[in-house]
């Protein structure tokens, strides 16, 4: 069964999403205090982000121990008692698995470095080059070349990310034993998958110099590459024994490649996660922002929902800034983080809720580069100063893009700290803006942000067309977008108006549901109207 075609998969953000013990970090029975929210948004899944023990260089995406818990989140008896509580709620767990890199604090890193048996080759050494110079001209995702030099081991490792995230190397095969001995202990205790972490970059063909690039130069030496599909495959072998889900985080995604990952018979991911239409309001890399432009989002939708059957469908998860301020508008608030519900919870795919969304929270609204701590951003921070850009500008490029925008504590009444601990500081600043976003005024306030989710989320659960009908545009303007859901006889038709100013539509139907007060559709959307239409 496709249990996945039909559920609506709540991302957590751990940190940040409910701390129970007072230290200001969220953790597992946090999470657990807050599973009735997540059943009464009528959430199948929850996909997790990293729990495991972890130097937190990188909150959690560098691992240190895969089999374990981290102490500040809980322990092994936590998870388990997450994963039977969330069951009980017909709730399933999805892990992060994180196995592109693993943290330099793993043990399998510290055997590595001194040339311990099996343990020599996992990752990618290399000597630097008799001038001096590093062993290849990559350059890594976070603002940094991607070699570090060990003085235990006497030689360079390689990281596509943070310093102290060292690639694994997929050409020793004991490392994929190791993996697939990690699947097999999460699924044992009861998850029902995983989020498969840059996924698409497993295997590195060689470590020749790469074409230089605006960014990630190197790229064409482990993008995508026949052996890390041959990689997919072997691991789907344990999952499927599971009957597990996979879905793959895979940057620079074509939609050839994503068919690739995603197609049945080849037996690798369920579905992965896109980047194109995150991107409509970037120029070459994210921190060159461009105004938003609906007309090229929707074309970007439109896309990838003709050329796949089915895949994921996101606007908001802990690496991108918030959704309302970024496609909508910040002074249509309410409306537009409906009408983003709308888009999210009406095409044709798994959508995707990431914390804080339900209630439309919005960017961070810190005072200066001392209040971040995400690693990209500090590391960017760095470089722009290197080449003197003044503080004024850097704030402007780093504020808007900042991975800490999604990383606030979620924002649940309007107590102390907004809800999320009662300590006197949470690790990462609260949103000042907590007094009028918090769940407990929306969930008193019928026209909320949440009481729309629910609807929505409802709505979907009752009417398979929303769920497994097909998918047809009908209008795609520079601020309007029409598109029909169809299955067998019955059909719906979604009107959005991306604007502040009212549209006119060619649709009509019986009314389903809008954001407005309405009675009737007449063709006329309001500002930041959605409209959910019953064809007769
Ligand atoms: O957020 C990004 C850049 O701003 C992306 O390029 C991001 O680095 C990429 O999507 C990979 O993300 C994943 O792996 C990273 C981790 O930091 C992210 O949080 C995770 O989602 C390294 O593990
Ligand atoms: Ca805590």
């Known amino acids: 069964m496709e249990w996945w075609k039909d559920a609506i998969i709540y991302q957590i953000y751990p940190r940040s999403f409910q701390d129970s013990n007072g230290d200001g970090i969220g953790d597992i029975p946090g999470i657990i205090s807050r599973l009735d929210h997540l059943q009464e948004l009528g959430v199948g899944a929850i996909w997790l982000s990293p729990v495991y023990p972890s130097p937190n260089d990188d909150n959690g995406y560098d691992i240190s121990d895969y089999k374990n818990i981290n102490p500040e989140y809980g322990t092994l008896e936590d998870m388990d008692r997450l994963i039977l509580e969330a069951k009980r709620r017909g709730i399933r767990i999805l892990m992060d698995l994180v196995i592109n890199h693993t943290s330099t604090k793993h043990a399998w890193f510290e055997k590595s470095r001194r040339r311990i048996e099996p343990y020599t080759d996992y990752y990618y050494w290399a000597p630097g080059n008799p001038d001096g110079t590093l062993p290849n001209n990559w350059t890594g995702f976070f603002g940094e070349d991607c070699w570090q030099w060990d003085d235990v081991r006497g030689e360079y490792y390689l990281h596509l990310f943070a310093r102290t995230q060292a690639d694994l190397n997929y050409h020793c095969p004991q490392v994929l034993d190791e993996v697939k001995d990690v699947l097999r202990f999460w699924l044992d205790r009861g998850v029902a998958g995983f989020r498969c972490d840059v996924i698409n970059l497993l295997w590195k063909d060689s470590l020749a110099d790469g074409e230089k690039r605006l960014a990630l130069t190197g790229l064409e030496h482990y993008l995508s590459l026949p052996e890390t599909h041959g990689i997919l495959r072997q691991l789907r072998k344990v999952l499927d024994g599971y009957r597990a889900f996979t879905v793959g985080e895979t940057v620079f995604v074509t939609p050839e490649m994503a068919r690739d990952l995603c197609a049945e018979d080849r037996g690798e991911l369920n579905m992965v996660f896109s980047f194109e239409h995150m991107e409509c309001d970037q120029r070459f890399i994210k921190w060159l922002k461009r105004d938003f432009r609906p007309k090229a989002f929707f074309e970007c939708l439109i896309k990838w929902q003709k050329e796949l059957p089915w895949n994921t469908i996101y606007l908001e998860n802990h690496d991108q800034p918030r959704s309302i301020p970024r496609f909508g508008s910040n002074s249509w608030w309410r409306e537009s983080g409906k009408?983003?519900?709308?888009?999210?919870?009406?095409?044709?795919?798994?959508?995707?809720?990431?914390?804080?969304?339900?209630?439309?929270?919005?960017?961070?609204?810190?005072?200066?580069?001392?209040?971040?701590?995400?690693?990209?951003?500090?590391?960017?921070?760095?470089?722009?100063?290197?080449?003197?850009?003044?503080?004024?500008?850097?704030?402007?490029?780093?504020?808007?893009?900042?991975?800490?925008?999604?990383?606030?504590?979620?924002?649940?009444?309007?107590?102390?700290?907004?809800?999320?601990?009662?300590?006197?500081?949470?690790?990462?600043?609260?949103?000042?803006?907590?007094?009028?976003?918090?769940?407990?005024?929306?969930?008193?306030?019928?026209?909320?942000?949440?009481?729309?989710?629910?609807?929505?989320?409802?709505?979907?659960?009752?009417?398979?067309?929303?769920?497994?009908?097909?998918?047809?545009?009908?209008?795609?303007?520079?601020?309007?977008?029409?598109?029909?859901?169809?299955?067998?006889?019955?059909?719906?038709?979604?009107?959005?108006?991306?604007?502040?100013?009212?549209?006119?539509?060619?649709?009509?139907?019986?009314?389903?549901?809008?954001?407005?007060?309405?009675?009737?559709?007449?063709?006329?959307?309001?500002?930041?109207?959605?409209?959910?239409?019953?064809?007769?």
């Open 339 to 536: 009408l983003l519900a709308t888009l999210v919870l009406t095409l044709r795919g798994t959508p995707f809720i990431y914390q804080g969304q339900e209630i439309g929270m919005v960017d961070f609204d810190f005072d200066g580069v001392d209040q971040l701590d995400d690693v990209e951003s500090r590391n960017v921070n760095r470089l722009l100063s290197a080449y003197h850009v003044p503080e004024g500008l850097r704030w402007r490029i780093i504020s808007r893009t900042s991975r800490d925008n999604a990383r606030t504590p979620m924002q649940w009444d309007d107590g102390p700290n907004a809800g999320f601990t009662t300590a006197d500081k949470a690790w990462l600043g609260v949103n000042r803006n907590f007094h009028f976003i918090n769940l407990a005024d929306q969930e008193n306030d019928p026209d909320s942000i949440w009481n729309w989710y629910k609807d929505l989320a409802k709505l979907r659960g009752e009417r398979e067309v929303l769920r497994r009908g097909d998918f047809l545009w009908l209008e795609c303007t520079h601020r309007v977008f029409v598109y029909r859901r169809r299955l067998g006889a019955e059909s719906v038709t979604v009107a959005l108006n991306f604007s502040g100013r009212p549209a006119r539509v060619g649709s009509r139907g019986r009314l389903l549901r809008s954001n407005y007060h309405r009675d009737g559709f007449d063709g006329r959307l309001q500002p930041w109207e959605a409209v959910i239409l019953e064809d007769v």
